[in-house]
């Protein structure tokens, strides 16, 4: 980078610091983000004194497992991978669960786009959708969007809830909103069952053009539920609820892209701590493209893209020009055989080419994300620094049953069972190369956002990561197993002075800490308000190329 460019970071974190009140304790936190690390391996290599950087760490401070997040629908969504990444990642970021900071999915709609049919075999056709509790003030208004299948022409449909008639309504072929009161004593606690009782109903083969056998009624777009004060205290889109969809509705359909900065609804915690003053540099962490203004820097996550990233090329970085000072330290081929050629991935004959591109990918990715923090890292001296890195997963996907003993596939070699540890090791000497540039009191917390086990002729995600926290006032030599995703960010930011907004659903970690540092710096929490859009607005650039790997990858179908 030229030293222009240095010079404007670090100018624009010290200017934040005096612009926006000025945080009382300067510190730097840093958070190393392992995408699939476990105990499992890395306890065993540790012991053979294999992970300098992960030993120092967890004999200098506390450790232990980590449960991912225990959300049913969350963890059954794929049944090959579970325990998905971007819905984890955004809970670490944000402290609060998926269904208030919105990424509960690969794949998220474009706002405005998701639709879903009604029809069923039922005659008269009927659908059914459970609304959750209403929390609000009565009396409720509800608010949709409905039409018609154009073949049906005008129809009328009645809806109820909880079994009482609500109105019954004319629906035209074009997109009507409708806004129909709710009688008080038809809500109920916990569920509130709405049905739509339709009148017509036909199937788009009728006409011979289309091959869609489907029975279709009418087709909806979103519905809300409005309090007395107009608040919206449900807010119902079609692909984002689609577990509540009962019996006769379809397969909800959006225009979809991969999870975005702007589908966040609450603030990450770099964005909370921004905000109060302190300077904060994000490096690749998940759901952070398109680029939004930081107190600081941000490399989203579209920067390394698994080590490709054609199709993107706006705000890439936060300030939007360092991702041209960024560009020139992306991996060449050769950089690549230089420092990754001693990878056992490549010791099969013929080659296993899908493991190893995928494998190579994910490392040129990485090395970037470690290129990168290597640069910035010197223009933060208090605040928090993040970084994320992802070959863990990928290998322990690809090569973690090898590991454990499964035979190889033929024509490799037996060296390709350490592929998973030289991969551990490569991340313990960009940790430790990394941790060697902070400022000597800094803290730095490690967590994984699931772990991996072996299963058949693969590595599959399991649901205890790991938690490690080490720096002034944290136990030493310490075992702590009660740590959540939902701590993290909480614990930055007491660890930073900063009040713990109440709305996070997370806890500060109070067991890591010595009672006499907890007794003088106990954990404080404010009314604060979290909500609110990072991004400038979800985007379709460069969108089928994330999805088409995202695809290759077995993530989506
Ligand atoms: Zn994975």
Not at 446 to 464: E, I, K, R, T
Request: aromatic share 8%; charged share 25%; net charge negative.
């Amino acid at each position: 980078m030229s030293s222009a460019a240095k010079v404007s970071i670090v100018s624009l974190a010290a200017a934040a610091t005096f612009s926006c009140g000025a945080p009382r304790e300067k510190t730097l936190v840093a958070l190393f983000a392992l995408d699939g690390a476990t105990f499992d391996v890395i306890d065993e290599l540790r012991s053979e004194g294999k992970l300098p950087a992960f030993d120092r760490l967890i004999r200098s401070g506390t450790s232990g497992t980590m449960v991912s997040m225990p959300e049913r629908r969350l963890m059954n969504a794929n049944p090959r991978r579970g325990h998905w990444s971007p819905i984890l990642w955004a809970t670490v970021a944000t402290g609060v669960v998926p269904q208030k900071h919105g990424i509960l999915d690969f794949l998220l709609p474009v706002p405005g786009t998701s639709q879903v049919w009604m029809g069923s075999e039922d005659e008269p056709p009927r659908a059914e959708l459970s609304l959750p509790e209403l929390r609000g003030e009565a009396p409720f208004r509800l608010r949709l969007r409905l039409r018609s299948h154009t073949p049906n022409g005008m129809q009328a449909i009645s809806l109820s809830l909880n079994g009482a008639l609500l109105e019954s309504v004319d629906v035209p072929v074009e997109w009507a909103e409708l806004t129909i009161p709710i009688p008080p004593e038809s809500v109920r606690p916990a569920t509130n069952r709405l049905i739509f009782e339709l009148s017509k109903q036909s199937r788009p083969s009728d006409g011979g053009v289309s091959k869609d056998d489907r029975l279709l009624a009418a087709e909806m777009s979103w519905l809300e539920v409005l309090d007395r004060e107009d608040r919206a205290v449900v807010s119902f889109d079609p692909v984002y609820r689609r577990f509540d969809l009962g019996r006769g509705f379809y397969q909800p359909e959006a225009d979809v892209v991969e999870a975005q900065s702007s589908h966040m609804r609450t603030l990450p915690v770099w964005k909370l701590l921004g905000d109060a003053g302190h300077p904060v540099g994000v490096v690749g962490f998940w759901n952070t493209w398109p680029a939004y203004p930081v107190n600081g820097f941000l490399v989203t996550s579209r920067m390394g893209l698994r080590g490709r990233r054609q199709g993107t090329k706006s705000a890439l970085t936060w300030p939007l020009e360092l991702a041209s000072e960024l560009e020139p330290l992306y991996p060449s081929v050769s950089d690549m055989k230089e420092t990754f050629g001693d990878i056992h991935a490549f010791d099969c004959v013929p080659p296993l080419t899908e493991r190893e591109s995928a494998l190579a990918d994910v490392l040129r990715q990485d090395e970037l994300y470690f290129r990168a923090s290597k640069k910035l890292l010197p223009a933060l001296e208090s605040g928090l620094f993040t970084v994320y890195f992802e070959s863990i997963d990928v290998a322990s996907h690809l090569y973690l049953h090898w590991r454990e003993g499964s035979p190889v596939a033929e024509g490799c070699r037996e060296t390709v069972r350490d592929l998973v540890d030289q991969i551990y090791v490569r991340v313990d000497r960009w940790m430790g190369e990394l941790i060697d540039m902070l400022p000597a009191d800094s803290t730095v917390f490690v967590v994984s956002d699931h772990g991996m086990s072996p299963a058949g002729s693969q590595g599959l995600h399991s649901p205890h990561g790991i938690f490690i926290g080490a720096g002034e006032g944290i136990r030493k030599e310490a075992e702590y197993r009660g740590a959540s995703l939902l701590d993290i960010a909480p614990t930055i930011l007491d660890r930073l002075s900063e009040p713990v907004p109440l709305a996070l659903d997370g806890k500060v970690l109070a067991p890591i800490f010595e009672p006499e540092w907890l007794r003088d710096n106990p954990p404080r929490y404010a009314e604060k308000n979290i909500e609110g859009d990072v991004g400038g607005g979800v985007s379709r650039e460069g969108a089928d190329d994330v999805l088409e790997r995202l695809r290759a990858l077995g993530y989506i179908q």
